[in-house]
């Protein structure tokens, strides 16, 4: 009698596929790497154009009701994650936890991760600048009220009014959910479970305001291109980098929890079976021929 087999993975098959998946992406061609994260900042934006459109365009409900509004915008904003996760596309927050969880584990060695960050970064960064400058901008969608002066506002806000360490601390907080909803979908089998196990940690990250370095490279250069109260060098000193290492954190706290519960066996396994396996051709080796054995 056929079964079917169970609609999610369990934690340590996870964890396995997680790093499988970084061995892979190390084993891709780089031009193909940074395409792929190309369209992962493409589709990144998408979401974050669709959560301008329905924040910023709600002036008198952000006055009378500004928690009601980041909830909505929160809503929508999944949906570029979800595009990136189903395509198979490059996304610097991802890799900031599968990479490390695979040279942890062995799978990979530690040259792999500032190569393979290193590409991802500028590809999302292009592919966020291009829509920022293209399809948010030069064709006019956002760029008259009300949604221009909540960008521009949104900007301030978002990169000039916190300090330094609480930007850095609400990245962590962004990719610590961010990675959940990577996990959450890896584990499951079918596209609409993909679907809702990424889309609820990051509505979540979205209407709490945490720091996301991919997200914020769409949304920041756009109101510095709107001519927001912000310079694209006091962008990079508080936002960018603070938040760029903030989610490194965010992304550790889940991945190497990971390789310490679920794949440290795994190795240990695989070095005792290559231990046994020297021993064996080894013993192979020294043990007298046949024809020895006869003439003794």
Same mark, same amino acid.
């Given at each position: 009698?056929?079964?079917?087999?169970?609609?999610?993975?369990?934690?340590?098959?996870?964890?396995?596929?997680?790093?499988?998946?970084?061995?892979?992406?190390?084993?891709?061609?780089?031009? *193909?790497?940074?395409?792929?994260?190309? #369209?992962?900042?493409?589709?990144?934006?998408?979401?974050?154009?669709?959560?301008?459109?329905?924040?910023?365009?709600?002036?008198? #409900?952000?006055?009378?009701?500004?928690?009601? &509004? *980041?909830?909505?915008?929160?809503?929508?904003?999944?949906?570029?994650?979800?595009?990136?996760?189903?395509?198979?596309?490059?996304?610097?927050?991802?890799?900031?936890?599968?990479?490390?969880?695979?040279?942890?584990?062995?799978?990979?060695?530690?040259?792999?991760?500032?190569?393979?960050?290193?590409?991802?970064?500028?590809?999302?960064?292009?592919?966020?600048?291009?829509?920022?400058?293209?399809?948010?901008?030069?064709?006019?969608?956002?760029?008259?009220?009300?949604?221009?002066?909540?960008?521009?506002?949104? &900007?301030?806000?978002?990169?000039?009014?916190?300090?330094?360490?609480?930007?850095?601390?609400?990245?962590?907080?962004?990719?610590?959910?961010?990675?959940?909803?990577?996990?959450?979908?890896?584990?499951?089998?079918?596209?609409?479970?993909?679907?809702?196990?990424?889309?609820?940690?990051?509505?979540?990250?979205?209407?709490?305001?945490?720091?996301?370095?991919?997200?914020?490279?769409?949304?920041?250069?756009?109101?510095?291109?709107?001519?927001?109260?912000?310079?694209?060098?006091?962008?990079?000193?508080?936002?960018?980098?603070?938040?760029?290492?903030?989610?490194?954190?965010?992304? #550790?706290?889940?991945?190497?929890?990971?390789?310490?519960?679920?794949?440290?066996?795994?190795?240990?396994?695989?070095?005792?079976?290559?231990?046994?396996?020297?021993?064996?051709?080894?013993? #192979?080796?020294?043990?007298?021929?046949?024809?020895?054995? *006869?003439?003794?």
């Amino acid at each position: 009698m056929r079964t079917d087999p169970p609609s999610t993975l369990l934690p340590a098959e996870v964890a396995a596929a997680l790093v499988q998946q970084a061995v892979e992406k190390h084993n891709t061609r780089y031009d *193909k790497t940074f395409f792929k994260a190309v #369209l992962a900042g493409v589709m990144l934006s998408f979401g974050g154009l669709l959560d301008f459109i329905a924040t910023g365009g709600s002036p008198s #409900l952000n006055s009378a009701n500004p928690g009601l &509004v *980041k909830i909505i915008g929160g809503f929508v904003f999944p949906v570029g994650l979800v595009m990136i996760v189903l395509q198979g596309f490059d996304l610097l927050t991802s890799h900031l936890m599968t990479f490390p969880m695979a040279v942890l584990n062995g799978a990979l060695p530690w040259w792999s991760i500032p190569v393979n960050w290193i590409i991802v970064t500028f590809g999302n960064l292009v592919g966020s600048l291009f829509f920022a400058a293209v399809l948010a901008k030069d064709d006019g969608l956002i760029t008259s009220d009300p949604y221009a002066t909540y960008i521009r506002n949104f &900007v301030v806000a978002k990169a000039v009014t916190p300090a330094w360490y609480q930007v850095f601390l609400r990245g962590i907080g962004c990719n610590w959910l961010v990675c959940i909803a990577v996990w959450q979908s890896i584990g499951s089998r079918d596209t609409f479970s993909k679907i809702v196990s990424a889309w609820f940690p990051i509505w979540v990250f979205v209407a709490c305001g945490f720091d996301h370095v991919v997200a914020n490279m769409f949304s920041l250069p756009l109101g510095i291109m709107l001519h927001a109260n912000l310079t694209t060098a006091y962008y990079i000193k508080n936002s960018l980098i603070a938040s760029y290492l903030g989610n490194l954190v965010g992304a #550790l706290l889940v991945g190497v929890p990971a390789v310490y519960f679920y794949l440290c066996h795994r190795k240990a396994e695989r070095l005792t079976n290559a231990e046994e396996g020297l021993i064996e051709h080894k013993d #192979l080796n020294d043990s007298p021929s046949s024809s020895e054995k *006869k003439m003794s």
